[in-house]
């Protein structure tokens, strides 16, 4: 956790980690819990997406018992769940991905999450999207966040909408995905006007998207409730960890101070832990974390 003065204002971020840097191994779970704390993280982010296709066969009851007992372990290791990952939109608003949905919020409440980020509905791959004409899809989130609403009501936790990127296809074209500007979320997050409902911040996918991160995230500004922290080429989303990437992370930084964002700097950076002998991945979380309180320390430098 970083705590700096910046003129008469105290930032507080936390530094956290998504569990989805080990296995993806419901099993294997509560080791991750004690290994991230272990390595110095205090903070971790509950990666329920990668498990929607064992919870969808589940029962709530076993899904209950489950969360319970990672979140037993998370407080005997003194580390606290602050976000978590929702299913991911998978081109059906059915009635399946919305149990899913209000089960990752139900879930999130056990483990005592306050955001949990989901992706904004889009199109198939097959329609095509214009995001001059995007009444259609702000309409289509607006209703299905109305529809997951009354269940982060019941449970008092939030809901954190992430920024997506557009896709060149094979042939060079630009797909455009909603959800990938500041803008579209800014309204949509507006239009919905509920203090259970705002923005996770995906570094990687803005750099994709070809954003200028401070001034993007000063259009989020209050809205921030949560971050993916990645870095990548710019090209694909490598989900590595800062400064093995190209992001300016000066700017990101500057960035979240000047919208005084108190929330989780959370790592998604799976590709630079998980992809490594299970031996190594202790050390590199380490590192992990050696990074991250640098980043969150150099948030109070050249202040006046
Ligand atoms: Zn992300």
């Known amino acids: 956790m970083g705590l700096f003065l910046i003129g008469k204002v105290s930032v507080d971020m936390e530094l956290a980690i998504s569990l989805n840097v080990f296995d993806i191994d419901m099993d294997k779970l509560e080791q991750g819990v004690k290994r991230s704390a272990a390595a110095g993280f205090a903070c971790l982010d509950f990666n329920f997406c990668d498990y929607y296709r064992v919870l969808q066969g589940m029962t709530w009851e076993r899904e209950k018992a489950w969360v319970t007992r990672v979140s037993d372990t998370a407080d005997a290791a003194g580390v606290r769940f602050v976000q978590a990952h929702g299913p991911m939109y998978r081109g059906k ?8 949905c209000e089960r990752s919020l139900r879930s999130a409440a056990i483990a005592g999450v306050r955001w949990v980020v989901i992706h904004p509905i889009n199109l198939t791959s ?5 995001r001059s004409d995007r009444s259609l899809l702000l309409g289509q989130n607006v209703d299905f966040l109305n529809r997951i609403l009354p269940v982060a009501e019941q449970v008092g936790v939030g809901i954190a ?3 997506m990127m557009d896709h060149r296809t094979k042939e060079g074209a630009c797909r455009q995905v909603y959800g990938s500007t500041p803008e579209e979320l800014a309204e949509l997050v507006d239009t919905v006007n509920h203090p259970l409902v705002g923005v996770c911040w995906d570094t990687g996918h803005a750099l994709i998207q070809g954003l200028d991160q401070h001034s ?7 809205r921030l409730k949560a971050t993916h922290i990645q870095d990548n080429d710019g090209l694909t989303s490598s ?31 799976h590709r630079a832990i998980r992809s490594l002998p299970d031996e190594l991945r202790d050390s590199a979380l380490k590192h992990a974390a050696l990074l991250g309180n640098y980043l969150l320390s150099k948030i109070g430098e050249n202040e006046p």
């Open 239 to 269: 989900h590595f960890l800062p400064y093995h990437g190209i992001i300016d992370w000066d700017a990101i930084m500057h960035a979240l101070r000047d919208i005084r964002y108190t929330g989780a700097f959370a790592f998604e950076t």
């Open 93 to 100: 608003l059915d009635d399946t991905f919305i149990d899913l």
């Open 126 to 130: 097959a329609a095509a999207y214009d």
């Open 161 to 163: 909408v992430e920024n």
């Open 216 to 222: 993007a995230l000063s259009a989020i500004g209050h």
